[in-house]
T-cell receptor, first 114, second 116 residues
């Protein structure tokens, strides 16, 4: 079963605009990760945020985490056509010592029009 | 500098046959994971290995599914007596870190299994 729910399910924007995707989850976590999946390809790790962190940046990506609301958001600034992909949040909770057991959401399909 | 590789990339089998899916993780990666991904969904955890030890198999759907990693490197996921509902993309991932640290997982391209 899926732990998280992503919102929106699909997002369509113009190149240069910002894209924001949200993820909600149900249980406590060790960390939360975002992955990208291009059509027909594998998943690529984007960014990891630990449960004691509130915000993290990587290039054009900004991730926030609100553990009180059990939610996270991924912001992609100045989007490019190459950002077109499915984006998944994944929570890591193993009931004790973390070992990377990830529970993925259903994903947000982002389309960036040139 | 090779990434995670999986074979075969595509497998079509008849209902009732056994299949074996192979995963070759990044050299030196301690942790290995198997996931299953249905179309339009995120991956679902199946099982986890730390070196050769299968530490968590809670995600395996039933006893037709098994996995091994005998030498702590290559892993095989076996599905016995396949059923049509087993059709999915099976993904393998590996990670360098050991338990208690953070996990960036590197995913393979997956094996698309179709049971007819």
């Amino acid at each position: 079963s899926q732990q998280g729910e992503e919102d929106p399910q699909a997002l369509s924007i113009q190149e240069g605009e910002n894209a924001t995707m949200n993820c909600s989850y149900k249980t406590s976590i060790n960390n939360l990760q975002w992955y990208r999946q291009n059509s027909g390809r594998g998943l690529v790790h984007l960014i990891l945020i630990r449960s004691n962190e509130r915000e993290k940046h990587s290039g054009r990506l900004r991730v926030t985490l609100d553990t009180s609301k059990k939610s996270s958001s991924l912001l992609i600034t100045a989007s490019r056509a190459a950002d077109t992909a499915s984006y998944f949040c994944a929570t890591d909770y193993s009931g004790g010592t973390s070992y990377g057991k990830l529970t993925f959401g259903q994903g947000t399909i982002l389309t960036v029009h040139p | 500098g090779a990434g995670v590789s999986q074979s075969p990339r595509y497998k079509v089998t008849k209902r009732g046959q056994d299949v074996a899916l192979r995963c070759d993780p990044i050299s030196g990666h301690v942790s290995l994971y198997w996931y299953r991904q249905a179309l339009g969904q995120g991956p679902e955890f199946l099982t986890y290995f730390n070196y050769e030890a299968q530490q968590d198999k809670s995600g395996l759907p039933n006893d037709r599914f098994s996995a091994e990693r005998p030498e702590g490197s290559i892993s095989t996921l076996t599905i016995q007596r396949t059923e049509q509902r087993d059709s999915a993309m099976y993904r393998c991932a590996s990670s360098l870190e050991a338990p208690g640290t953070s996990y960036e997982q590197y995913f393979g391209p997956g094996t698309r299994l179709t049971v007819t």
